[in-house]
């Protein structure tokens, strides 16, 4: 356990080690609700933090053993074959992920507003109404819909209306006549 100890807190690994703690902290971070990893989407995306990650644990790993494997081989060294051992792992592990974890945002409700719509019952009001809506990529929801009292118009069944608002307390869009 001492040689465990001198080794992570001594050159290179040292700069590794420091570098993992701040990752590890980061990510416990995230699990408890304190930080949204969602938040860096803007400026660094989800992929790179995962890749960033990847290479702190992958470049600490590999001075770690080197170090220990390879006593007598210099500091400096180990620290660039390190670097750049977990740089390739990185990209090696991190093209799969980057299929898993990607940087847009799921489909959402609120990509249903300012499209037509077809009426499917019978009326529509402030309490009852159902459309069919087509997205953008072709697919089609059944979607809950209510009309305004003011609205003079009736919508029936068949008719076309714009959805140009979404209630999420009600979990209604609410339509007007097209």
């Known amino acids: 356990m001492d040689e465990f100890l001198r080794t992570v807190a001594a050159f290179p690994t040292l700069l590794f080690t420091a570098a993992l703690v701040v990752v590890v902290c980061f990510w416990l971070l995230v ?28 470049g600490w ?6 170090s220990v494997l390879l006593p007598d081989v210099p500091r400096p060294f180990v620290l660039v074959a390190s670097a750049l051992g977990a740089g390739w792992l990185t990209r ?31 009326r ?13 990529d072709g697919s089609t929801a059944v979607v809950q819909v209510r009309q305004s009292a003011e609205d003079a118009y009736a919508l029936s069944s068949g008719s076309s209306a714009l959805l140009y608002a979404y209630d999420s307390a009600g979990e209604f869009f609410w339509v007007a006549p097209s």
């Open 31 to 58: 699990l408890l609700g304190a930080v949204d990893h969602d938040g860096f989407d803007g400026a660094l995306g989800t992929t790179v933090l995962v890749s960033v990650s990847l290479f702190a644990a992958l």
């Open 124 to 136: 529509v009001d402030t309490g009852f109404g159902q459309a069919e809506v087509t997205a953008r």
């Open 92 to 122: 090696l592990i991190a093209r799969p992920l980057a299929a898993l974890l990607p940087d847009e945002p799921g489909p959402s409700r609120h990509d249903f507003i300012g499209l037509t719509c077809t009426i499917r019952t019978g």
């Open 61 to 66: 790993f590999q001075s770690l053993t080197w």
